[in-house]
């Protein structure tokens, strides 16, 4: 069975940083492909970025440039290292994961509050 478990949430001033950390249990064949999504209140949950089983990345228009997602795949840890970061990040971050790139597996998620 996988679980994914996020950390490294937090509150921080605009302009920042912050890293955020998923350590995934359970068959690493299951979690070949990962993202991050996020919700923030009052609004519908929103893919961040993803890495797929080649390591390609790619991200939301809002956080290219500012957020960079990478893995440890001896590790199965999946990070997102958020620079510069803006109020209108603020949100529950959710780490997700799959065999493919069709999410199977969600995490807890981990709140990340920024203010201006």
């Known amino acids: 069975q996988v679980q994914l478990v996020e950390s490294g949430g937090g509150s921080v001033q605009a302009g920042g940083s912050l890293r955020l950390s998923c350590v995934a249990s359970?068959?690493?064949?299951?979690?070949?492909?990962m993202a991050w999504y996020r919700k923030a209140a009052g609004k519908q949950r929103e893919w961040v970025s993803m890495?797929?089983?080649?390591?390609?990345?790619s991200y939301t228009p809002s956080v290219k440039g500012r957020f960079t997602t990478s893995k440890d795949n001896a590790k199965n840890t999946l990070y997102l290292q958020m620079n510069s970061l803006k109020p209108e990040d603020t949100a529950m971050y959710y780490c997700?994961?799959?065999?493919?790139?069709?999410?199977?597996?969600w995490g807890k998620g981990t709140l990340v509050t920024i203010s201006s």
């Open positions: 359970g068959d690493a064949t299951s979690t070949a492909c």
């Open positions: 890495i797929g089983t080649g390591g390609s990345t």
């Open positions: 997700a994961a799959g065999p493919s790139c069709a999410v199977e597996y």
